[in-house]
Every structure is written in structure tokens, then in C-alpha cells.
């Protein structure tokens, strides 16, 4: 996932590109006296997707892509990259599921796929590119874990909506997905997926591998393809045995010269609890399970401890509690929604600008609020998706309650 404004260096790299600026200290908020209602949610979620489309939607008369900032900065593309562009696509998914009101959001999310194939490269190396190949723009590499997200939300909205289109898309992803496995037997700890498709590459990447045992292990479960199952576990395997710290805690990638970099990241903690939890779906087998839940209860220790939360970019935090989520429907758990429902209520409190409903963070995509940071495609988008996915949750426990 390269950024403007976002690149990796030598220092201790975020996922795909995010440099690490530490934002100023700022405890967790405890969970409201009072839960939030599922009409409250839905209603912030309403006022952040009206806000992202209002400010970084650039209609259809301009292919209907983002910018990925609002004010647009000096170093900006004329549109979004890819990874900023999918998180939009997926918050008009997650608009769909509001309660009452989701079907409003349908055509928005039809959309937004079929601008999405506007990213997409073909040749002998298919795949979606990081930014726009001619004639919209000037073309970017192929990132492995933008590939892999994008398939994800193929899935959501298959699942959706039941159209075979978006199933047959996932499924298409897989093959470009799989190019990044390394074979080369004689690096430290064999295995893993490369970070992005050039000869330049020199990391084995967790969020890559996680994410895209993720999308095999999801595919698995609708195509029953026994190749997807054997991906996914390989995949799995390999972050569960060479990137795992501690429980639910996965260091970020592994570089050709030997070294670890130690950094941690939700998104993650999620794509491995949520890969347990789509093998334990598939194949009935209650170890995933066993993992999927320890890897969930030690992360959930970690991560609310302090500011760690808030600090962490608020589009990994998206990932993290959907995981999250998702295994609180196989094994219900209060405290998932509860940690996610703390964050979203003091992320909206603490982080929102009340005169355009836009949400600014620090340089790091999370953290305190930064008057003087431009509002980002981002995370406008993670937070819809994070109120939109409450809304949700919050409406089903309260009708089986």
C-alpha cells in the first residue's frame, strides 16, 4: 500500500508504507455509562459517509474516484490511490447493512465497483495497481496487500448481495495473491508473501500473508475449492509460526537481509484472528477456533491497555474490531463490543470536526485530533465503517436480547 505522504523507509515500517509518528498520549476512554444506541450509530455513520462524499468524493463526472485529501495537499495525486479508494468502497458496503435505512446505499456500493476496475492492470502479471494506470493516471506497482483487501470487500458485498460477480472477482484476486508467495528455501524462516510484485521487494510482509489466507479461507467456505483451503492454511501457518510475538501479537515483516521488524499493528492482530475464525467456519476444526480466541484475547489485552488503541491508525482499528466481530458470532464475547464501541464513542468525541463532520488525526492516521492536519479519504472512510458496523451489531444483540 504506497501513500503520498506515506512511504516506507529503514526506520520501523507500518504496514505498507505508513511511517510511525508518535502521537501525543492520550488515556482509552472507558466504555460510555450508557451504550450507545444502534440509531446512534447509524446516525454518526450517516453524518461521516454524508461528509466523505460532500468533501473527498469527486462525483461521477470525474469516474467517481476520491481525492485522498480534503484540503487537497502539494504532494497529492489528482486522484486517490488504491488503498484510500477500497476503503470507500467498503464503507458504501458497510452502508448497506444500517438498519432501516442500508438499502439507500445500494447503488452507491454497486458503484463504487465498477470504479474500482478503473485501478485494475492486465498483461501477464494482472492485478490491481497501486494508482491508476493510463489513461487516468501514470500507473503504480502491484501491492499484494491492496490486492488482497480489495478481494475481501468483493466478498462482503457478494455476500451482500448475492450477486456471483463479486464472488467470481475474489476468486479472480487469488491467482495474483499467490504470485507473492517466496519459495526461496534457504531465507530464515522459509515462506511468507512478498510485499509487492517487483525484483526490487525485500520483505516477507504479515499483513500480505494474513490478509490474503484470509481471502482464500473466506473463499473456501463459499467455493468449498479444496486449493483455497490448502492456501489459506499454508498462509496461515506461516505468519502463526514465524510472526507471532505473543498471543494475537504479529511482528510486521521479515527482510531478505535477516532482519525482523518488531512493529505491531491491529489490522494484523485481526487478519489472523479472522483467518482462524473463516478456517474454523470452513472446516469445523475447533483448533482455528482455539487460536482464532487466544489470539483475540491477548491482542484485546494489549491493545486497550493505555493509548495503544487510539494511537493506532484508525483504518487498522476498522479491520481489528470487524475481526473481532466476526468471531464474537461464532463465540460471543462482550468485550469485543464493548472495546470497539469505547473507541468509536471517543474517536467521535475527541477526533471529529463538528462544522464539516470530517474526521482529523495525527500524521499517523490515528491519535489526537490535529486541527491543522487535512481530513483523508482514509480514514473518513474507516470511521464510517467502524459506525456502520455497530449499528449493525448493536441492532441484532439488542433483537436477540
Request: hydrophobic share 35%; with cysteine.
Amino acid at each position: 500500500m504506497p501513500r503520498s505522504l506515506l512511504t516506507r523507509a529503514t526506520a520501523p515500517v507500518l504496514c505498507a508504507g505508513l511511517l510511525w509518528t508518535a502521537a501525543p498520549a492520550h488515556a482509552q476512554s472507558p466504555a460510555p455509562a450508557r451504550p450507545v444506541s444502534s440509531g446512534t450509530w447509524a446516525d454518526r455513520a450517516t453524518d461521516a459517509y454524508r461528509a466523505l462524499q460532500d468533501h473527498l468524493y469527486e462525483g461521477s463526472g470525474r469516474h467517481g474516484l476520491y481525492l485522498e485529501h480534503t484540503p487537497r495537499q502539494a504532494g497529492d495525486r489528482e486522484h486517490s490511490f488504491l488503498w484510500p479508494f477500497r476503503e470507500a468502497a467498503q464503507a458504501a458496503v458497510d452502508m448497506q447493512e444500517l438498519p432501516g435505512t442500508g438499502s439507500a446505499y445500494r447503488q452507491d456500493a454497486a458503484e463504487r465497483f465498477d470504479t474500482a476496475e478503473l485501478y485494475r492492470t492486465g498483461g501477464e502479471r494482472p492485478g490491481y495497481a497501486s494508482y491508476l494506470p493510463a489513461p487516468l493516471g501514470t500507473g503504480g506497482d502491484t501491492y499484494y496487500d491492496d490486492n488482497a483487501v480489495v478481494a475481501l470487500t468483493e466478498l462482503d458485498q457478494y455476500e451482500a448481495t448475492g450477486d456471483a460477480r463479486y464472488l467470481e472477482r475474489a476468486e479472480r484476486i487469488l491467482p495474483v495473491v499467490s504470485r507473492a508467495w517466496d519459495d526461496d528455501t534457504t531465507k530464515a524462516c522459509p515462506g511468507g508473501m512478498d510485499w509487492y510484485d517487483s525484483p526490487n521487494n525485500t520483505i516477507r510482509a504479515t499483513n500480505v500473508t494474513a490478509l490474503s489466507a484470509q481471502l482464500a479461507a473466506r473463499l473456501y467456505t463459499h467455493t468449498h475449492d479444496r486449493a483455497h483451503l490448502d492456501k489459506a492454511r499454508q498462509w496461515y501457518g506461516w505468519v502463526y509460526s514465524c510472526m507471532r510475538k505473543a498471543p494475537g501479537l504479529y511482528v510486521n515483516d521479515r527482510g531478505d537481509d535477516g532482519s525482523t521488524n518488531e512493529t505491531l499493528w491491529t489490522y494484523n492482530s485481526g487478519a489472523m484472528i479472522g483467518t482462524a475464525t473463516a478456517l474454523y467456519r470452513g472446516t469445523g476444526d475447533t483448533g482455528y477456533l482455539d487460536k482464532a480466541v487466544a489470539d483475540a484475547r491477548g491482542s484485546l489485552a494489549y491493545w486497550t491497555e493505555g493509548s495503544r488503541l487510539h494511537d493506532q491508525p484508525a483504518v487498522f482499528n476498522s479491520f481489528y474490531f470487524k475481526d473481532l466481530l466476526d468471531l464474537d458470532a461464532v463465540r460471543p464475547a462482550p468485550a469485543y463490543l464493548k472495546a470497539m464501541s469505547a473507541y468509536a464513542d471517543n474517536t467521535y468525541k475527541s477526533n471529529r470536526d463538528s462544522t464539516t463532520g470530517l474526521f482529523r488525526f495525527q500524521p499517523s492516521n490515528g491519535g489526537d485530533y490535529d486541527p491543522a492536519a487535512p481530513a483523508a479519504t482514509l480514514n473518513q472512510s474507516a470511521m464510517v465503517q467502524i459506525f456502520a458496523t455497530l449499528a449493525d451489531a448493536t441492532h441484532h444483540k439488542h433483537r436477540r436480547s
